[in-house]
Nanobody, 122 residues
Framework: QVQLVESGGGLVQPGGSLRLSCAASGSILSINTMGWYRQAPGKQRELVAT???????NYADSVKGRFTISRDSAKNTVYLQMNSLKPEDTAVYYCNADRIVDRRHRISYDCWGQGTQVTVSP
């Protein structure tokens, strides 16, 4: 009943910036931790950043100082501001929510979006 939809991916030059958005749709009451993961060709999916319902962020070492995760709980949306992008950031980026409660108090665990492509290339 709940869906996550990512947007904002695209092609950008090294050193450029991109802002990803992920909106959860449905009759949502609450969402706990949300996060961004990415998967490059031939590699496993890896954590990029997470943010708790209280706004505490956690980042992979590879993106610290360059990426910023934020959320707007009223809109059930999480964002990823990506600056100083590098070719190694190229991947499909996926949005995740670990626990979602809808207004009928039904609980969904480990929800994923469909992914959005980010390509960093000259």
């Amino acid at each position: 009943q709940v869906q996550l939809v990512e947007s904002g991916g695209g092609l950008v030059q090294p050193g450029g910036s991109l802002r990803l958005s992920c909106a959860a749709s449905g009759s949502i009451l609450s969402i706990n931790t949300m996060g961004w993961y990415r998967q490059a060709p031939g590699k496993q999916r890896e954590l990029v950043a997470t943010i708790t319902s209280g706004g505490r962020g956690n980042y992979a070492d590879s993106v610290k100082g360059r990426f910023t995760i934020s959320r707007d709980s009223a809109k059930n949306t999480v964002y990823l501001q990506m600056n100083s992008l590098k070719p190694e950031d190229t991947a499909v980026y996926y949005c995740n929510a670990d626990r979602i409660v809808d207004r009928r108090h039904r609980i969904s665990y480990d929800c994923w979006g469909q992914g959005t492509q980010v390509t960093v290339s000259p």
